[in-house]
Nanobody, 123 residues
Framework: QVQLVESGGGLVQAGGSLRLSCAAS????????MGWFRQAPGKEREFVAA????????SYADSVRGRFTISRDNTKSTVYLQMNSLKPEDTAVYYC????????????????WGQGTQVTVSS
């Protein structure tokens, strides 16, 4: 089992920044690829960013590329999502997820999920 706990969400004005953190516990963190997803009211959960076990390769949704950066610190068992130039359409609950070994952008392929953290961007 892997337990994931997100933090860092909140209310920010358009153009502002937030950094989300996701702390993992339970299994060897470096064995898991990590992803961030988000879900806005009335919409399906969508992929935001993912990072390989070693952190060397990352992937982003087109809507956030150039504004968001995913990173990880395997010594702290934590994955981060730095969000800059935030827009009202970025408002959603953000979830981190863990998948054993292989990175993917598909939500259904992740093994473990956090409880989510709310991000609200005001115009």
């Amino acid at each position: 089992q892997v337990q994931l706990v997100e933090s860092g969400g909140g209310l920010v004005q358009a153009g502002g920044s937030l950094r989300l953190s996701c702390a993992a516990s339970g299994r060897t963190f470096s064995s898991y690829a990590m992803g961030w997803f988000r879900q806005a009211p009335g919409k399906e959960r969508e992929f935001v960013a993912a990072i390989r076990r070693s952190g060397g390769i990352t992937s982003y949704a087109d809507s956030v590329r150039g504004r968001f950066t995913i990173s990880r610190d395997n010594t702290k068992s934590t994955v981060y999502l730095q969000m800059n130039s935030l827009k009202p359409e970025d408002t959603a609950v953000y979830y981190c997820a863990a998948r054993y070994w292989v990175v993917t952008t598909t939500a259904s392929e992740y093994d473990y999920w956090g409880q989510g953290t709310q991000v609200t961007v005001s115009s």
